[in-house]
Nanobody, 131 residues
Framework: EVQLQASGGGLVQAGGSLRLSCAGS????????IGWFRQAPGKEREGFSC????????YYTDSVEGRFTVSSDAAKNTVYLQMNDLKPEDTGVYYC????????????????????????WGQGTLVTVSS
């Protein structure tokens, strides 16, 4: 069974950095597009980044472009999210999710952040950015 877990959240001051991990088990993350989502207090969940190791592509929404970087480590079967220059509006619960859709988050399909495109979801990790 495909399982993944997001971890690494915490409390940080504005301008600080955090590194989140999305560890896979019972599957190889290389074979899936991995999406990152977050849900701020009182708001809907939104996708903001994805990575396809198969196609060596990554995408970011405008809200995080230039500040967040997604990468993967095949040896650890883990996808990482490096978050720099964090802002109070980045506060929320962060999730990683895996998609079995061929070509998602690549030149074939581009970024997709609809919930139904991702079949496997990890437990969220809380990120709090103080002003």
């Amino acid at each position: 069974e495909v399982q993944l877990q997001a971890s690494g959240g915490g409390l940080v001051q504005a301008g600080g950095s955090l590194r989140l991990s999305c560890a896979g088990s019972e599957f190889t993350v290389y074979d899936y597009a991995i999406g990152w989502f977050r849900q701020a207090p009182g708001k809907e969940r939104e996708g903001f980044s994805c990575i396809s190791s198969t196609f060596d592509t990554t995408y970011y929404t405008d809200s995080v472009e230039g500040r967040f970087t997604v990468s993967s480590d095949a040896a650890k079967n883990t996808v990482y999210l490096q978050m720099n220059d964090l802002k109070p509006e980045d506060t929320g619960v962060y999730y990683c999710a895996a998609s079995e859709v061929w070509g998602l988050c690549s030149h074939m399909r581009g970024p997709e952040f609809a919930d139904y495109e991702y079949q496997h979801w990890g437990q969220g990790t809380l990120v709090t950015v103080s002003s």
